[in-house]
T-cell receptor, first 114, second 114 residues
Framework: EAGVVQSPRYKIIEKKQPVAFWCNPI?????LYWYLQNLGQGPELLIR????????DSQLPKDRFSAERLKGVDSTLKIQPAELGDSAVYLC????????????FGPGTRLTVL | AQSVTQLGSHVSVSEGALVLLRCNYS??????LFWYVQYPNQGLQLLLK??????LVKGINGFEAEFKKSETSFHLTKPSAHMSDAAEYFC????????????FGKGTKLTVNP
């Protein structure tokens, strides 16, 4: 079974530039999560999708961050414009969507904003 | 609301020694509890989880954790450390009957000395 796929693995951009991250969840997983992981910290949830619906985006900074999950499979997270403080690892995870289900994580995208 | 405290951001043990990583949680409802491991430049991998069945949970790579409600703890142990156990470990809590949101601790970096 293929795991969660994320791309790119690494991204370096200048501040004020846009950037996008892509995630392909495990086949059959209805729930998809985007997490932010700052250096030396645990992951923090940005947004959770059930199928194509964003059911929890309370922690997503909506002035510059946006996300979509068209057709309830792949998802894209975008930042526009990026700021220096956005440098972090962006993790995608997926699960079957039942309470207590394991969340399976992708390798993450490490973003550096210069 | 849930929260997790991991005592000790860095733990160092000798190869063959006992590994003990501490996790205390706060939850207003019965919790789900997870331990994840993260190797450098990789995503998080599930070690084990507690979902209200047996209080002693066995996971992969010889790790186990015991749920102690009276102490609100879910400490991770391994009898004999191996060099390959060097990584960062995250404890996370979710709410039974609630949303699937996981709240992660800040992590404990385990170093194994030869």
């Amino acid at each position: 079974e293929a795991g969660v796929v994320q791309s790119p693995r690494y991204k370096i951009i200048e501040k004020k530039q846009p950037v996008a991250f892509w995630c392909n969840p495990i086949s059959g997983h209805n729930t998809l999560y985007w997490y932010l992981q700052n250096l030396g910290q645990g992951p923090e949830l940005l947004i959770r999708y059930e199928n194509e619906e964003a059911v929890d985006d309370s922690q997503l900074p909506k002035d510059r961050f946006s996300a979509e999950r068209l057709k309830g499979v792949d998802s894209t997270l975008k930042i526009q414009p990026a700021e220096l403080g956005d440098s972090a690892v962006y993790l995608c995870a997926s699960s079957r969507g039942e309470f207590g289900d394991t969340q399976y994580f992708g390798p993450g995208t490490r973003l550096t904003v210069l | 609301a849930q929260s997790v405290t991991q005592l000790g951001s860095h733990v160092s043990v000798s190869e063959g020694a006992l590994v003990l990583l501490r996790c205390n949680y706060s939850s207003s409802v019965p919790p789900y509890l997870f331990w994840y491991v993260q190797y450098p430049n990789q995503g998080l991998q599930l070690l084990l989880k507690y979902t209200s069945a047996a209080t002693l949970v066995k996971g992969i790579n010889g790790f186990e954790a015991e749920f102690k409600k009276s102490e609100t703890s879910f400490h991770l142990t391994k009898p004999s450390a191996h060099m390959s156990d060097a990584a960062e470990y995250f404890c996370a809590v979710g709410a039974q009957g609630g949303s699937e949101k996981l709240v992660f601790g800040k992590g404990t970096k385990l170093t194994v000395n030869p």
